[in-house]
């Protein structure tokens, strides 16, 4: 089932969580909702859910205005951060107790509880209390309770994020391969990019509640649209440098300018990701400031003309905070940003000074 947003807004007084946010999930799509601390994403999904009014906008589900209408009445099912089980009941008793009170008959009941335990493992477990659980399992039984209602939308805020690392990579396979079994049209929540990038048909990049990018995962990282993209995106994110600074400029002017079109390129700033970046005789002057060991590979954070960068290499390094080294990287591996506005600037588009 489709969802459509269409300039939806939401505001508190003179604040904007949400401004003019235009988006769509497509049928059978699990579509992430990502951005940093106070961006508007978990107010977006509550405006979805009808927990919010909307102050301005349209939302469709499967083409119908839902704008107006209570949450019983939108077809969907959500899992909140907190698991929100009710301590008193068991397993069982927690999955199915929204189809009680709906008053499902008991035999259907059984066989959605029976389906349910069996897509998630929760045999063994249905005559526990939450208190006796696991986080993990825990979050299966919450898991649970939105799938018993086989509602065609299910919404998610930021479910892994009371859990540890391995748990929380365990769950997004779960819940990524649930949701394409099942066919559920999703929209999940998380600042986590690393949970948006493995798990995602299509990301909604969120800034100050504003859209700063729609696109899949592979072409955000690719092709970032704006500076903040590239920030935000990447572990560890995109090394920016200003064509302002001598030591850079000197070096692009005379390794790189040649391959893209003449112009001013004082008003650019240039990206390049850490893993683009290595280290090669001729490249531009940099000073190491440390490395980070992490096993397969090595961070060398450095500073380059007046900003610090990461460069990624295989291995081990052994080099010593201090020490002078050269980087380089190729042409390809090249992004440009307006200075101003912080949008993608293509070469073959325009003149950086035209």
């Known amino acids: 089932m489709q969802i459509e947003l269409s300039d939806i807004s939401k505001a508190w007084g003179e604040v904007k969580a949400v401004d003019r946010v235009s988006c769509t999930a497509t049928a059978s799509e699990l579509l992430v909702l990502l951005g940093p601390s106070g961006c508007g994403k978990s107010t977006i999904l509550r405006l979805i859910a009808g927990l919010e009014t909307l102050s301005g906008g349209i939302i469709r589900i499967g083409g119908r205005d839902v704008s107006q209408l209570p949450p019983a009445k939108r077809s969907i099912s959500m899992v909140f951060q907190s698991y929100a089980l009710f301590p008193h009941l068991n397993v069982a008793e927690n999955i199915v107790f929204g189809l009680k009170v709906r008053k499902l008959e008991a035999a259907e009941r059984r066989r959605r509880l029976g389906r349910v335990t069996e897509l998630l493992g929760l045999q063994g477990l249905l005559n526990r209390k939450p208190a006796e659980l696991s986080g ?9 309770r939105a799938i018993v209602s086989e509602a065609p939308v299910c919404l998610m805020d930021e479910p892994l994020s009371n859990l540890d690392a391995k748990l929380r990579h365990e769950m997004r396979r779960e819940i990524r391969s649930l949701q394409q079994r099942l066919g559920i049209t999703m929209i999940y929540v998380t600042h986590d990019q690393i949970e948006a990038m493995t798990m995602a048909d299509k990301i909604v ?3 100050a509640g504003r859209v700063e990018q729609i696109a899949t995962p592979e072409e955000l990282y690719a092709r ?7 920030e935000f995106i990447g572990t560890p994110p ?3 440098l200003s064509l302002d600074d ?20 004082q008003s650019l700033t240039l990206g390049v990701r ?5 280290l090669a005789e001729g490249g531009v002057p940099a000073e190491v ?19 610090e960068c990461i460069v990624r290499q295989s291995g081990k390094v052994r ?4 020490e002078r080294i050269q980087v380089a990287w190729k042409a390809a591996e090249t992004h440009f940003f307006e200075r101003e506005s912080g949008r993608r600037w293509e070469p073959s588009r325009e003149r950086p000074d035209s």
């Not at 850079?248 to 390129?265: I, M, R």
């Not at 850490?274 to 290595?278: C, I, K, V």
């Not at 400031?289 to 900003?307: F, K, N, Q, T, V």
């Not at 080099?319 to 201090?322: E, F, M, S, Y």
């Open 136 to 144: 993990g399992q825990r979050q299966r039984v919450a898991l649970g």
């Open 205 to 207: 990049l969120l800034n």
């Open 224 to 230: 970032p649209a704006t500076r903040f993209t590239a």
């Open 238 to 240: 995109m090394n920016l």
């Open 246 to 265: 001598p030591d850079v400029s000197s070096w692009f002017q005379a390794h790189l300018a040649s391959q893209f079109p003449a112009g001013s390129w």
């Open 274 to 278: 850490p893993e683009g970046m290595h």
């Open 289 to 307: 400031l440390g490395i980070e060991y992490l096993g397969a590979d090595s961070l060398i954070g450095c500073r380059i003309g007046r900003a």
């Open 319 to 322: 080099l010593a905070a201090g």
